[in-house]
């Protein structure tokens, strides 16, 4: 069975980290593109970086661009989302995804269930 499993979100105070962790079963990361997706209370599902098949490209929503960084380890069948200096809006069920390189949900064909991340302030 293909599928994405996140781990690592969880609690933290403002200004903490957080290293979310995407693991691939049953699905081969090395010529798909990752992206982070998040969900807050009452919003849209929106973007939040995404890193090309080879690792080379990154991108990232503007919110973000400083505190986040997102990497993967192609051997490990893994992707990582490192969150650093953490703000209550940054609170948000976290999603991965696996497909093409873009900040367009619908380019992303596999999605794990997500992960909770809560920042207190």
């Known amino acids: 069975q293909v599928q994405l499993v996140e781990s690592g979100g969880g609690s933290v105070q403002a200004g903490g980290q957080l290293r979310l962790s995407c693991a691939a079963s049953g699905h081969t990361f090395s010529h798909s593109a990752m992206g982070w997706f998040r969900q807050a209370p009452g919003k849209e599902r929106e973007f939040v970086a995404a890193?090309?098949?080879?690792?080379?490209?990154?991108y990232y929503t503007n919110s973000v661009k400083g505190r986040f960084t997102i990497s993967r380890a192609s051997d490990e069948n893994r992707g990582y989302l490192q969150m650093n200096s953490l703000q209550p809006d940054d609170t948000a069920v976290y999603y991965c995804?696996?497909?093409?390189?873009?900040?367009?949900?619908?380019?992303?064909?596999?999605w794990g269930r997500g992960t909770q991340v809560t920042v207190a302030s």
């Open positions: 890193i090309h098949w080879s690792g080379g490209m990154t």
């Open positions: 995804a696996a497909g093409s390189y873009t900040d367009y949900q619908g380019a992303y064909e596999l």
